[in-house]
């Protein structure tokens, strides 16, 4: 079982940035994908960007050249770093875990981003 613990959400302005991390813990398999997903009010839980234990990437066209992921295999975690953050960003963040033993979500970190 996997658990995972998301940190960094919170109160932006329009065009400022933040950097969110996620702490996986558990049995970890060393093959697998950790993303970021947010669902916004009324909305569906959308991808925002993966990252494969190898270091591939994939984003979201909405948040392309703005936000980068990344990741550190050794302490098991993923970051988001978030530049030119627009209000339309504001959500729930997640992280997510898909391995061998199959996947598991965060509880969630809140980005506000308003003036």
């Known amino acids: 079982q996997v658990q995972l613990v998301e940190s960094g959400g919170g109160l932006v302005q329009p065009g400022g940035s933040l950097r969110l991390s996620c702490a996986a813990s558990?049995?970890?398999?060393?093959?697998?994908?950790m993303g970021w997903y947010r669902q916004a009010p009324g909305k569906e839980r959308e991808l925002v960007a993966d990252?494969?234990?190898?270091?591939?990437?994939n984003y979201a066209d909405s948040v392309k050249g703005r936000f980068t992921i990344s990741r550190d295999n050794a302490k098991n975690m993923v970051y988001l770093q978030m530049s030119s953050l627009k209000p339309e960003d504001t959500a729930v963040y997640y992280c997510?875990?898909?391995?061998?033993?199959?996947?598991?979500w965060g509880q969630g970190t809140q980005v506000t981003v308003s003036s």
């Open positions: 558990g049995t970890i398999f060393s093959a697998n994908t």
């Open positions: 990252i494969t234990s190898s270091g591939r990437t």
């Open positions: 997510k875990l898909v391995g061998l033993g199959g996947y598991s």
